[in-house]
């Protein structure tokens, strides 16, 4: 048996060494499969009504707004909400589909690693198939296990640096086999799929104009090949023009930015500051790697105003070192060479002038990973190649100690609470750790006061955070309609105009606002700010109808509330709350048939919704309430303690026909009452 794997992998080691990095990929992230969505997934892929039908996907490549369900964030990303329409398509929100999906990618830019690596190394080293294959098996290896290419994998809306990669690596492989190629028309074939794997990936993120520039880094090492860099270029210029037609500006914008105290406040940050930042940034990128054992979600990084701070300079110099390091192994080492390179180039659209909203993200990592991959390769394969045990036992060791990493990793994202609390812990001094610790406790256990506690300790970090001070009056509100208190809503509004003290022009400030005024029975001055905001954008005037029938429903106005909801359903932007709202309205009225009726049309309209599940389940007795809540488990709900023991404990007691207890969901509630 040995001995046949042996003659296998002999005769067809490139196909046995792609298996096995595949393979080691996708066991790695095996704990992974029911990790569910964080943080910008809610707005970029739940509550984004355009990811829910393909018969969208035209609309992605010419609406840029198509990006998110908020409608002022806008990026042309059209590829990437395919694939996000088509995972709808298969399996709604479920978790399971979502990550398979970037798992498979994972792995087939793991694949593409190893085929590229083994590619460059026989062009820059012909005749050395051995040690070609050899290195890239270690490089793909290693960034297959890599913990802090980790969140990238586990963050689904980090699929855009996920895909985009995977792309650029294939678009890579294809640009050197044309390259080598003496045969014309495979050298044409294959340079048709580079370009058009590279277009794919332009479409997917604009990370990927790095690559025509590591094109040339080839062409220069190889001395060779410099007139096949030039279509990927003329190409990237083709979708900076798109990008200005559609978005109103390119790939980079320098307009001046002013200075700001409140050094927290996203990309108002000076580009000199930024560049002074992100040279200290570079110090914790180049740490991670080495040591992954700081991993977070939220990394707390102060801003840098000045280029002689300390951790500045030594960041200023590491990377001068490194491409001085680059320039003398262009020769001995080639890969080594382009590794470091390729690291330089794929990081600088994220971390260098531009001041993006967050100053360090894990995920900004993947696309360079791949040349930390190659320098990894090329020194680790001379040291291995010498045949001896230790080392190999050592190199075995390390990857099961990343592979081990990495699976702890999932874990943490399988648990939010347990994420945001890592993030706590790694950056203390992050408002936005607290802050979002403090919105998974409200929203999966329910207990407000400990997580009125969490968004204390964000102010304290930051007291100028606009949405630490917004879902302080989130809660109270929360808090005011739960146990019909009038102080806790007065607090709520206290807390909410503070909110806009800081952000004057928030919609949502101004819209909870009207709410929590509405709940305080100022019905005038409410339908004065709900109207006003219903002229500034259409969606708001949509909304009014769930607020009026939530307060319809509250007053026992029935006949009113089905008016309502009715109203909504005929705008069909959220078929789904409307016919909830009508099933609502109907079983208050003890129509319980016609209750379940519009909740079974709910169900049928978006089957992946877990919603209509969740309101049968509270109608229903016994295993049928059951039954339903397990089917909207599955679709990705997550009932919080209390919600559970309602539900189950009365379907135990008899089922849930008299309760008046709100369907609607956990979670952050989105004006009207319904899940955003």
Not at 98 to 106: D, G, N, Q
Not at 177 to 182: G, I, K, L, Q
Not at 608 to 617: E, I, K, Q, S, T
Request: hydrophobic share 45%; aromatic share 10%.
């Amino acid at each position: 048996m040995i001995a046949w794997i042996r003659r296998e992998c002999a005769r067809w080691p490139v196909l046995y060494g792609a298996l096995l990095v595949a393979i080691v990929a996708a066991v790695t992230y095996g704990n992974s499969l029911d990790v569910g969505f964080h943080y910008d997934d809610t707005h970029h892929i739940v509550e984004n009504p355009h990811v829910r039908d393909v018969a969208n996907v035209p609309r992605y490549f010419q609406d840029p707004a198509t990006f998110s369900g908020l409608a002022h964030l806008k990026m042309y990303r059209p590829v990437l909400m395919t694939t996000y329409a088509l995972n709808y398509s298969w399996g709604g929100y479920r978790p399971l589909f979502w990550r398979l999906t970037a798992i498979a990618l994972h792995a087939l830019t793991a694949v593409g690693v190893l085929l590229a690596f083994r590619r460059l190394a026989l062009l820059l080293r012909p005749g050395r198939k051995g040690p070609a294959l050899a290195g890239a098996l270690v490089a793909a290896l290693v960034f297959a296990v890599h913990p802090v290419l980790s969140e990238t994998v586990l963050y689904a809306s980090a699929r855009s640096s996920l895909l985009a990669t995977a792309l650029i690596t294939w678009a890579m492989f294809f640009h050197l086999r044309a390259v080598a190629d003496n045969i014309a028309v495979r050298r044409l074939s294959s340079w048709v799929v580079s370009l058009t794997l590279f277009g794919l990936a332009l479409l997917t993120k604009s990370i990927a104009v790095a690559y025509p520039f590591g094109l040339c880094v080839i062409a220069f090492l190889a001395r060779r090949g410099w007139k096949a860099v030039l279509p990927a270029f003329l190409l990237l210029a083709l979708y900076l023009y798109a990008r200005d037609v559609l978005l109103g500006r390119v790939a980079i914008d320098f307009a001046p930015r002013a200075g700001t105290e409140d050094v927290f406040d996203g990309g108002r940050r000076p580009i000199s500051w930024n560049l002074y930042t992100q040279a200290r940034v570079l110090l914790q990128y180049l740490g991670l790697f080495a040591f992954p054992n700081g991993l977070s979600i939220d990394h707390h990084v102060p801003v840098a105003r000045s280029p002689f701070g300390a951790l500045s300079l030594l960041g200023f110099a590491t990377a001068a070192g490194l491409l001085v390091v680059a320039w003398r192994q262009r020769a001995r080492r080639p890969l080594v060479s382009f590794g470091i390179v390729w690291f330089a180039l794929a990081l600088a659209p994220t971390s260098s002038l531009i001041p993006l909203n967050v100053i360090m993200n894990e995920h900004r990592l993947y696309l360079p990973g791949i040349g930390f991959a190659f320098v990894a390769g090329a020194l680790a394969w001379p040291l291995l190649r010498r045949r001896r045990t230790a080392v190999r036992l050592a190199f075995v060791a390390l990857l099961l100690a990343g592979a081990a990493r990495t699976w702890v990793r999932s874990g943490d994202w399988s648990d939010p609470i347990r994420l945001w609390t890592a993030a706590t812990r790694i950056s203390p001094e992050s408002h936005g750790a607290w802050n979002n610790l403090g919105v998974q406790i409200r929203d999966r256990t329910g207990d407000l006061d400990r997580a009125e506690a969490m968004f204390h300790r964000a102010r304290a970090c930051n007291p100028r955070a606009w949405e630490v001070v917004f879902n302080l009056a989130s809660l109270h509100l929360h808090k005011g309609r739960r146990d019909d208190d009038d102080a806790a809503l007065a607090q709520a509004e206290t807390w909410v105009r503070r909110s806009l003290e800081l952000e004057p022009a928030s919609p949502r400030a101004r819209w909870t606002l009207a709410e929590i005024v509405l709940e305080r029975g100022r019905e005038t001055e409410a339908r004065a700010m709900l109207d006003q905001l219903s002229s500034e954008d259409p969606w708001f005037r949509e909304m009014t109808h769930f607020v009026y029938a939530r307060l319809a429903l509250k007053k026992g106005r029935l006949g009113e509330a089905r008016r309502r909801y009715r109203d909504a359903l005929a705008l069909s932007r959220d078929p789904t709350s409307a016919r909830l709202g009508l099933a609502e309205t109907a079983r208050r009225g003890g129509e319980l048939p016609e209750a379940a009726r519009h909740a079974h049309v709910a169900m049928q309209q978006r089957p992946h919704d877990p919603r209509p599940y969740v309101f049968l389940a509270r109608m229903s007795q016994g295993a049928r309430a059951v039954a339903y809540m397990f089917q909207a488990q599955q679709r990705g709900y997550r009932p919080t303690k209390t919600e559970q023991r309602e539900i189950l404990g009365a379907a135990a007691n008899g089922g849930g026909r008299g309760r008046g207890r709100k369907t609607g969901g956990r979670g952050r509630q989105g004006p009207g009452g319904r899940r955003r």
